[in-house]
């Protein structure tokens, strides 16, 4: 069965450093996701991505996060200078349409 | 706030008892799907349910939607020790299904 993929399962990085998340949607899908989950808390939406543009984003989704999907398989959320409230999980979710998403394994992300 | 609420936020059962998580929400939906996350996983899609639906079944899984009361329960059947996680629901709102808005989940516990 197709399934969303994320890379790094874990990601440590330095404070004030860049990060890349990666995901590789299910392949026939057009509706793209990234959320994230502080550790004990809920599943917060962050952005959604259609059409090689941005549908909707957070209050969270500030200028510091940005997504891409540089070709046909990946779908990537850039951290440019990562702050400690920036640790948590960050889940891709893919769609075919704007109903059932599948999400994928997560990264877990550690700013030091 | 929109999202969806699960009802208890903490639930211990025996194995083979039948389990039933509650969740209200305050908006009119497109549908309402729940999730399963194991600890520090990924989230797993369960059920699907849209506003014109009133029940479905999925194995074990029964759930329910009242549109007039706005709550869903979920309902897993002859419990197993597999079964412990926690449960979300996540509302698709209606006319603004770019996102889903998670509750803050219950934490089922099956006792062996």
């Known amino acids: 069965e197709p399934e969303v993929t994320q890379t790094p399962s874990h990601q440590v990085t330095q404070m004030g450093q860049e990060v890349i998340l990666r995901c590789v949607p299910i392949?026939?899908?057009?509706?793209f996701y990234w959320y994230r989950q502080i550790l004990g808390q809920k599943v917060e939406f962050l952005v959604s991505?259609?059409?090689?543009?941005?549908?909707?984003k957070s209050e969270i989704f500030d200028d510091q996060f940005s997504v891409e999907r540089p070709d046909g398989s990946n779908f990537t959320l850039k951290i440019r200078s990562t702050k400690l409230e920036d640790s948590a999980m960050y889940f891709c979710?893919?769609?075919?349409?704007?109903?059932?998403?599948?999400f994928g394994p997560g990264t877990r992300l550690t700013v030091t | 706030s929109q999202q969806g609420e699960e009802d208890p936020q903490a639930l211990s059962i025996q194995e083979g008892e039948n389990a039933t998580m509650n969740c209200s929400y305050k908006?009119?939906?497109?549908?309402l799907q729940w999730y399963r996350q194991n600890s520090g996983r990924g989230l797993v899609h369960l059920i699907l349910?849209?506003?014109?639906?009133r029940e479905k079944h999925s194995g074990r899984l029964r759930v329910t939607l009242d549109t007039s009361k706005k709550s869903s329960s979920l309902l897993i059947t002859a419990s197993r020790a597999a079964d412990t996680a926690s449960y979300f629901c996540?509302?698709?709102?209606?006319?603004?299904?770019?996102?889903?808005?998670f509750g803050k989940g219950t934490r089922l516990h099956i006792l062996p």
């Open positions: 979710a893919s769609s075919v349409s704007r109903h059932e998403q599948y």
């Open positions: 392949s026939n899908h057009l509706y």
């Open positions: 991505f259609y059409n090689n543009e941005i549908s909707e």
């Open positions: 908006t009119s939906i497109n549908n």
């Open positions: 349910i849209r506003s014109n639906e």
């Open positions: 996540a509302i698709s709102l209606m006319n603004r299904d770019d996102k889903i808005i």
